[in-house]
């Protein structure tokens, strides 16, 4: 049975988008007592499992040769844009409420694939856009208590996000998913790893438990992702 490349690259966003559901409920329960950088190594460390296990399925060592450092580390830096701004938001505001916020990727990256990639959107899309962004005005109404600091956090993460889907494709058919996820996980665990000495909280059983399954669904969502940038239309 062949399926058609939209629906494919739908699968494989519904399957991220649920993996990444769960990696956010953790990360909500650990920002309570832990530290952003704290956080974000153990993702990383623990995302390195599904890393190592499609390097393995895409031929070993060969898949994560890259003549590209210098994007990688523009990624390294988007992405801990993102699980800062994000991770930190977490700690000042409602579930519901940065997850609310978190739905205008979708509208920054129809517009940066017009800026940056050069694709046209129609005008119903640009109209889809306008709604979303209307959208957003009514979760963070004047008064409402939602528009602080933790919401400028989550849009930041949006952002770095949207940025961060748009490299996804810029880069399709130039580097494969095992180079993308490898090096990038790899040097936030670097870059975290430097911070952990200063800012460590011993975890309970409990916390280590859930800073395994948050890797583990990041890492592979994050797999996941790319395939659909870089395998759909």
């Known amino acids: 049975l062949t399926i058609p490349a939209n629906l494919r690259g739908i699968l494989l966003m519904m399957a991220f988008t649920l993996l990444i559901t769960f990696m956010v409920v953790g990360i909500r329960i650990l920002s309570e007592d832990m530290h952003p950088f704290e956080i974000a190594f153990f993702r990383n460390l623990f995302g390195l499992l599904p890393v190592f296990i499609i390097i393995q399925m895409q031929g070993g060592a060969r898949a994560i040769r890259t003549r590209r450092p210098g994007f990688h580390i523009f990624r390294v830096f988007l992405i801990l844009t993102i699980a800062f701004s994000f991770f930190w938001a977490l700690s000042r505001m409602e579930l519901a409420d940065a997850t609310a916020l978190f739905f205008t990727v979708p509208l920054f990256i129809t517009i940066m694939s017009v800026i940056v990639l050069g694709e046209t959107v129609g005008m119903r899309r640009w109209i889809a856009v306008a709604a979303g962004f209307g959208g957003v005005l009514l979760v963070i109404r004047p008064g409402s208590g939602v528009f602080d600091l933790g919401a400028i956090g989550v849009l930041v993460a949006s952002l770095g996000y949207a940025a961060l889907m748009i490299s996804n494709r810029a880069i399709r058919g130039k580097e494969t998913p095992a180079t993308l996820t490898f ?12 911070a952990l000495p200063w800012v460590w909280v011993e975890p309970s059983a409990f916390e280590w438990g859930v800073m395994a399954a948050m890797g583990i669904f990041g890492g592979t969502g994050q797999i996941l992702l790319i395939f659909a940038f870089q395998r759909a239309p």
């Open 183 to 194: 090096f990038t996980t790899t040097g936030c665990v670097l870059v975290t790893g430097c």
